[in-house]
Each structure stands twice: as structure tokens, then as C-alpha cells.
């Protein structure tokens, strides 16, 4: 939208002076030219509301512009904000797996320094038996 404005800015401007500087003679009614090309007759009344709708069209270009700009400013503080969660996230992150890993290196110091009682070795669960239906005739 920025650039939109701003486009739609630069061609209200270059016609206004086109227009300006290839129409400086003046009467009643004359011919608008514009870059060598006769374009229509206007008398003093249209020539008055076609600079009134040069205007709006300049100053929606302005708005445009000006709209484009606070959107594009938005969205980099939210950006920066995003950014600035995440780096805080990534330190947050970091530091309690430093501290896993302090706590997990003192664990197992401790338990080199005072070896337990060993357990016995681990016997995998049996599976529970499925109990079927009795069968038709018998077992």
C-alpha cells in the first residue's frame, strides 16, 4: 500500500506539471494540452473541478502512503517483540538444561562416592494369559 501511495503520488504530481507548464497561456476557454497533444476545451468551471479531483487524488495517495507506513512500523515492533520472546525462551531453555545436566553430573558423582546395594537383575513381565472361551465339545 506504501508504494502504491507513493506511485499514485509521483504521476498526480508529474500531470499536475505537466499540465501546469504546457498550459500557461489562459482565457476564457482553451485547449489543456499535454505533451504536445491537444486533450479538451475547458472553461474556467471544469478547469477548477478538475484541479479539485487532482487534489483528492493527491491527498489519497498521501493517506495511502501514510497507512502503508504505520502498517510496515506495526508490524516491525511486533517482529521485534516476536524476536525478543523467543530469545528470551532460548536462554530460558539453555539454562534449565545446563541446570539437568549439573544436577544429572552430581547424581551420578554421588552415586560413584556411595555405590548402593545392587538390585537383581530385571526380569521382564510376563505377558497375562488369555483366557478362552470353553470349546464346543469339550476341552
Not at 537383581?120 to 470353553?134: D, G, N
Request: aromatic share 2%.
Amino acid at each position: 500500500m506504501l508504494f502504491l501511495g507513493l506511485v499514485l503520488l509521483a504521476a498526480t504530481g508529474t500531470l499536475t506539471g505537466l499540465l501546469i507548464a504546457g498550459n500557461l497561456g489562459g482565457g476564457p476557454d482553451y485547449t489543456v494540452a499535454l505533451l504536445g497533444h491537444d486533450l479538451i476545451t475547458m472553461n474556467s468551471l471544469s478547469i477548477f473541478c478538475a484541479g479539485l479531483a487532482l487534489a483528492l487524488v493527491g491527498c489519497l495517495s498521501l493517506l495511502m502512503a501514510g497507512e502503508g507506513a504505520a502498517l510496515r512500523r506495526r508490524k516491525a515492533v511486533r517482529l521485534r517483540e516476536a524476536r525478543n520472546e523467543a530469545d528470551a525462551a532460548v536462554a530460558e531453555r539453555d539454562a534449565l538444561a545446563a541446570r539437568v545436566e549439573r544436577q544429572q553430573v552430581e547424581r551420578q558423582r554421588t552415586e560413584d562416592d556411595h555405590p548402593t546395594r545392587t538390585s537383581a537383575p530385571e526380569v521382564p513381565l510376563q505377558q497375562p494369559r488369555k483366557h478362552r472361551a470353553p470349546h464346543a465339545f469339550g476341552s
